[in-house]
């Protein structure tokens, strides 16, 4: 009952953020971003309550269990905010796919909680609730990779919404590695390995292709221009060329990863510290690229976007 309660007080505050700041989608966009924190540590205790990664925690059940409560206030207070900025501009609710997604992560997280709560035998419920919570944060990237790009450009340009889209993606996969290596089971390995063919393959798909087919069709001919000549160069000077040089390395460190956990056996896994210390470490760094990648991006884009409209 007092998480319950704690989660209402969240929704509230959420909720009365909302009607001061509600024609500011970047408090919006940070309420999606603490929620998919949370449902990836609402995943990951998951996990440890399965068994499928070790938990230092001797009270996991309750600890995942506060935070999927957290995790449903913050996904409500979300929605709120969004159909809140939607009223404003006169918009229908569901007009968008951005608004689409956010419907099926309400349905899903009003799935997950609500048996949760009501329920004291939850045999029969326990395959769904765990397919839902290993799907909820891929769909919580999606949605808010797409909410972002509609923020900054205010249209849909595909190949910009693929390197978006792909970049959270690959970084989720990114921090299930480090899960995995930091809490190592039996099976903890294989699913590394998953994860690390996963990560390359965004990288490589939304990093070098869509990224680099954007780059050669569209930025280089109408956006950089626009962006130098706007009111903000160094968004090019600066973070675009940094962003370039980055471009060049990341799937080289994403594929060096893939092969290192491929290659490696799972008696070296399981027993040696210091490796699965090492793999983490590139995977923190591969992670922070692609973050700094996503921001560095979504500023580029609305310097491009402004210059544009001037």
């Not at 007092?2 to 929704?11: E, Q, V, Y």
């Not at 991006?297 to 976007?305: D, L, P, R």
Request: one cysteine or more.
């Amino acid at each position: 009952m007092p998480d319950i309660i704690a989660g209402l007080a969240l929704l509230l505050v959420i909720s009365g953020i909302a009607a001061i700041y509600h024609q500011s989608w970047t408090v919006h966009a940070i309420v999606a971003v603490i929620a998919l924190a949370l449902a990836i540590y609402a995943s990951a205790t998951g996990a440890m309550l399965k068994g499928r990664i070790k938990g230092s925690s001797t009270d996991v059940f309750w600890l995942h269990r506060r935070i999927g409560v957290s995790l449903g206030a913050f996904v409500l207070g979300s929605i709120i905010y969004g159909i809140w900025i939607r009223l404003q501009h006169a918009d229908p609710i569901l007009s968008s796919v951005h608004g689409r997604l956010g419907l099926i992560i309400l349905i899903g997280m009003v799935l997950q909680i609500v048996p949760s709560l009501v329920k004291k035998d939850r045999t029969a419920y326990r395959g769904l609730h765990m397919v839902l919570g290993y799907l909820l944060p891929a769909i919580l990237v999606i949605d808010s990779a797409w909410g972002l790009h509609i923020g900054v450009l205010s249209e849909t340009k595909y190949l910009v919404l693929a390197h978006s889209i792909s970049g959270g993606l690959a970084a989720l996969a990114f921090v299930w590695i480090i899960l995995e290596t930091m809490y190592p089971t039996e099976m903890g390995l294989g699913r590394a390995r998953i994860a690390s063919f996963a990560a390359s393959l965004l990288v490589i798909a939304g990093c070098w292709i869509a990224g680099g087919y954007n780059y050669l069709t569209d930025y280089g001919s109408n956006v950089k221009p626009a962006i130098l000549a706007g009111g903000y160069p160094w968004a090019h000077q600066i973070l675009m060329e940094a962003k370039e040089h980055v471009f060049i390395f990341l799937p080289i460190i994403a594929l060096s990863l893939s092969l290192t956990i491929y290659y490696l056996d799972d008696d070296r896994f399981a027993g040696d510290r210091r490796y699965r210390r090492a793999i983490a470490e590139i995977a923190c760094m591969a992670l922070l690229l692609v973050l700094l990648m996503f921001l560095m991006g979504a500023i580029v884009s609305k310097a491009g976007n402004t210059g544009l409209e001037a």
